[in-house]
């Protein structure tokens, strides 16, 4: 993984059998980021587990292991105490150009991914919502 900021705008780059999610909190931590909005993510992804959330508990989860292209990447990735917590969501197509797209639980870099982030310093929290059970954004004042 290689990355660079200037004026709170972080450019990745991640290499094959790099997981995805893993770095993109690496990469917070190494920029010190409050908050990260995904402003761009392409490039392709194997071995991913897509979701669609059904209802409490449920997000239908799905194992796809051959290459798929990334076509559009988006969430915000959020600091949680000592960690980072990404909410992405994702669109994909295979070799016949077909699209699948979702929740992203889970990838591996295949080939290379090109990301762009943009550093907030706007605090967010996430907390389970009794009623729906999502992890729900919440914003938080600066003290």
Known sequence: MQSKEIDNLIIARLFP??????????ICQKHKVKTAI???????LKNFKLGYFKNKGD???????????MISLSGIISKQGDNYE???????????????????IEGIV?????IVLLKSDILLRRKTEETTG????FLEDDK
Request: net charge negative; glycine share 10%; no cysteine.
């Open 17 to 26: 059998d790099e997981d995805l999610q893993e770095k993109l909190q690496e």
């Open 38 to 44: 995904i402003l761009s993510g392409i490039g392709q």
């Open 59 to 69: 997000y239908t989860p799905e194992f796809f292991s051959k290459p798929h292209e």
């Open 86 to 104: 990404p909410h992405l969501h994702i669109s994909l197509g295979d070799e016949n150009k077909r699209v699948i797209g979702g929740h992203l």
């Open 110 to 114: 295949e080939i290379t991914n090109e």
């Open 134 to 137: 999502l992890r729900g954004l």
